[in-house]
C-alpha cells in the first residue's frame, strides 16, 4: 500500500482515517487472490482531498475478473460504467470481464465526494495511470516467464503474447496464480494513446440499465432509515418576501403530518414525500411583497452591478485569431 507523506514529511499521523497495509491485503484477501496495485500521484490533495491516504488501485483476480476501487459513487451518471471502459482500455482486458467497487470505505481510497463532474476528470488520469502501470508489470512477469524480451511483448484480451509468435502467450491469471502480490507503482507510465482506444469512446449499454428501467435501482434517494420524515417547505413567491400571517392548521389536520415552525421556516413532515407535499398545499399563508424593485428589464444591469470584479487565471493563445464573436451572445439578447 502507498502512502505520500511528501507534503507533510514530519506527520505522525495520516491525515484522514486510514488502513494499515496488513490490513488492506487482509480485506483483499477476502476476496480472492491476485495481483494488486497501487499508485501515487504527484498531487493527491487534488484528487481525493488528503496527502496521506491511498490514492487509487486494482486488482486482477485469480478467476481472471477485475476488480477496480474507487471512492466515487454512482449516482445515475454513468460512472459505473464509463470507468470500467477506461479501465478495461488502458489493461488490455475485455470490459466485461471488469467488476466496479464503488464507495466501499472498507476496501475503497478516500475520496472527498462525487461531485462537480470531477471523476472522469481527476479520478480518470490516475486510474489510467495505475493500469497502465499494471500493464507494465504484467509484461515484466511474462518476459520472466517466458523467458521473451519485453520489447517483444504485447497485451490483449487479458493475456501476454509474443509479437512476432502470438502463440506464444500467458493470460493475466496464469501469472498471478492466485498470489496476492503487492507491486509499487510511480505516476509516470506510458499512457495508450486515444488512437488506439478500442472501448473508450464506444457506445456501451449501461450497467445499470435494467435496474433503471425496471426501478430496481437505488439511490441516495432511495434510502429508508427507521423513523426517517421528508419534509415539504414552504417557500416564499419572491426572494425578500417575508410572512405576514399563516394558518398551518390544515396540514397539521392530515393523519401523520408534524408541522415545524420556526420563525420564517414552515415544514411538513411525514414518512412520505407526497403526503408531505399534499399536506403542504393544506397551508393558508399571507406574505408581504418582496422589497426588491428589479424585474425582467433591471437585473441584467444589476448582475453586471453585483457581479465581482473579474480575475484571469490562466491566459493564451492569439486573441486576433479566435472567432470568438461568433459564440458571444448579444448583449441585447441577455436583456430579454
Request: proline share 6%.
Amino acid at each position: 500500500m502507498s502512502r505520500n507523506r511528501a507534503s507533510n514529511p514530519g506527520s505522525q499521523a495520516p491525515a484522514v482515517p486510514g488502513i494499515s497495509r496488513r490490513e488492506f491485503l487482509k480485506r483483499i484477501g477476502a476476496l480472492g487472490g491476485g495481483l494488486i496495485f497501487t499508485i501515487t500521484i504527484a498531487d493527491p490533495a487534488e484528487l481525493l482531498g488528503a496527502v496521506d491516504d491511498l490514492n487509487a488501485y486494482l486488482a486482477i483476480g485469480a478467476e481472471g475478473r477485475v476488480k477496480c476501487f474507487t471512492g466515487k459513487i454512482e449516482m445515475g451518471q454513468g460512472i459505473i460504467t464509463s470507468l470500467a471502459q477506461m479501465l478495461a482500455d488502458e489493461l488490455d482486458v475485455p470490459y466485461d470481464t471488469v467488476d466496479m467497487v464503488m464507495g466501499d470505505t472498507d476496501l475503497c481510497p478516500y475520496d472527498r465526494g462525487t461531485w462537480g463532474s470531477m471523476t472522469t476528470r481527476f479520478f480518470g488520469p490516475p486510474l489510467r495511470e495505475a493500469a497502465a502501470r499494471a500493464r507494465a508489470i504484467l509484461i515484466a512477469m511474462a518476459s520472466d516467464q517466458m523467458g521473451i524480451p519485453a520489447e517483444r511483448l504485447a497485451t490483449a484480451d487479458g493475456a501476454v503474447f509474443d509479437e512476432k509468435n502470438p502463440g506464444k502467450r500467458v493470460t493475466y491469471t496464469q501469472l498471478t496464480r492466485g498470489r496476492i502480490i503487492e507491486k509499487h507503482m510511480k505516476a509516470d507510465p506510458k499512457l495508450k494513446d486515444p488512437s488506439r482506444f478500442t472501448v473508450v469512446g464506444k457506445p456501451f449499454t449501461s450497467r445499470e440499465t435494467l435496474e433503471k428501467v425496471t426501478g430496481k435501482a437505488e439511490f441516495a434517494g432511495d434510502i429508508r432509515l427507521p423513523g426517517m420524515l421528508y419534509a415539504a417547505i414552504l417557500r416564499p413567491p419572491a426572494h425578500g418576501s417575508a410572512i405576514k400571517k399563516v394558518d398551518t392548521s390544515g396540514a397539521g389536520a392530515v393523519k401523520g403530518v408534524t408541522v415545524i415552525k420556526e420563525g420564517d421556516l414552515i415544514a411538513v413532515l411525514h414518512e412520505h414525500p407526497d403526503i408531505a407535499a399534499a399536506a403542504l398545499l393544506e397551508i393558508k399563508a399571507e406574505f408581504a411583497p418582496s422589497p426588491s424593485a428589479l424585474n425582467d428589464r433591471s437585473i441584467f444591469e444589476h448582475l453586471q452591478k453585483a457581479a465581482p470584479e473579474a480575475s484571469v487565471e490562466s491566459k493564451g493563445g492569439d486573441e486576433e485569431d479566435d472567432d470568438q464573436d461568433v459564440f458571444k451572445l448579444p448583449e441585447e439578447n441577455m436583456k430579454r
